[in-house]
């Protein structure tokens, strides 16, 4: 379903946002505002309300709870994070930093087939306190992939490790922002996609899960660089091209052709990379990192680089 959701979603969701700041009604904004306005649009865009979950049972996460799940074949785990303004007498920006990772970690105990989204809306002193973090610690969380390894968060203040957990921040946590908008001067939104764990260690080599923790018994995707994930991708396109004898493809011609090919990429993140991150002419909302493709016509591109 993750797939589904095109990038008129997420600017209907900030520009609802919006409307409500400059109707001066922000400070009553909240996680559970977000989290409304975003099932809200995704009913919009056609998906059935009656698939909805909120606070849905952590599928691997024994008593925790996930945001939002949108149901079907493919369900989608949603996590929400507006962190308001904390009391500067004691801004608790530690925690919020703390609160922030979990979400990633949390999505990324969800197995495949699933889809896990992040849905971050961040304020400008909380950014201003995150550049920090990304400067003093070397975790940067404003860039398009983010890499959370078990030695990185080791560096972090004490109050952050506490809420993540030592469970969760053992593992390495790899995500992919495919949305950044603006909602005003003050206030942004953006959307990640966070992979899924690798599979679980052999319990033959004298590996146990940690307590609390049921292991995938699913299909997951094998942890890996966004640059694996490329190179599979321009790799299954040279395919298309050469047996359609066409100069032009579509996302669903790569999706099959990875598929066929056993990949261990979610189709979201195939998709996202085509039409977003790979593509030179892609959408404002999404960041490009490579001039690998172009957009040629609604649907269909063509290899710029070979």
Not at 204 to 214: D, E, T
């Amino acid at each position: 379903m993750g797939a589904g959701i095109e990038a008129w979603v997420w600017q209907a969701v900030a520009a609802e946002l919006r409307r409500h700041r400059r109707a001066g009604l922000g400070r009553l904004l909240t996680v559970d505002t977000v989290r409304f306005i975003t099932a809200r649009a995704l009913a919009d865009a056609g998906l059935d309300p009656a698939a909805f979950g909120v606070e849905w049972p952590h599928p691997v996460l024994k008593g925790a709870r996930i945001n939002l799940m949108a149901g079907g074949a493919r369900p989608t785990f949603f996590e929400f994070k507006y962190c308001r303004e904390p009391d500067e007498q004691n801004a608790a920006w530690t925690d919020a930093l703390g609160e922030v990772l979990k979400d990633f970690y949390r999505l990324a105990m969800c197995p495949a087939p699933a889809e896990r989204l992040f849905v971050y809306v961040e304020t400008a002193d909380l950014r201003r306190y995150m550049k920090t973090v990304a400067q003093r610690y070397g975790l940067d969380l404003d860039t398009d992939v983010i890499v959370l390894r078990p030695d990185g968060v080791a560096r972090l203040p004490m109050t952050a490790q506490r809420i993540i957990g030592s469970v969760l921040a053992a593992n390495r946590v790899e995500a992919l922002r495919t949305v950044l908008i603006d909602v005003d001067a003050t206030l942004r939104l953006a959307v990640y996609e966070v992979d899924p764990l690798g599979p679980a260690p052999d319990p033959g080599a004298g590996h146990r899960a940690p307590r609390g923790v049921s292991r995938p018994t699913g299909p997951v995707a094998p942890p890996g660089p966004r640059d694996g994930a490329r190179g599979e991708i321009l790799a299954a396109i040279r395919a298309v091209l050469a047996r359609t004898r066409r100069g032009t493809f579509t996302p669903a011609e790569v999706v099959d052709e990875m598929r066929r090919r056993g990949t261990g990429y979610a189709e979201t993140t195939i998709r996202t990379m085509v039409t977003g991150h790979m593509c030179r002419n892609a959408p404002d909302n999404n960041a490009v990192t490579y001039d690998d493709l172009e957009r040629v016509d609604r649907g269909l591109y063509r290899l710029v680089r070979d």
